[in-house]
């Protein structure tokens, strides 16, 4: 006796689509695993090479300081 998938994936054009009962994950958790995928396509997209994206990086830590460091400095 086969034992049923808790999910069902299918091809629809270029739409793959992933059935799967509500009870298996809550919400929260398929949000963050769907902005896992969203950001793992990102980077396989990416052509950044470790430099620049060390910089970028830096770049972003220089301007969010900017912006609350008014909360921890005097």
Partial sequence: ???KST?????DGQNLIIKFNK???DQESLSKFLEYLELETIRRRSHLTEEQATALADEIDRDTWLKIKHK???
């Fill in 1 to 3: 006796m086969l034992e």
């Fill in 7 to 11: 999910y069902n994936i299918t091809l």
């Fill in 23 to 25: 009870n298996i994950l």
């Fill in 72 to 74: 921890f400095v005097g």
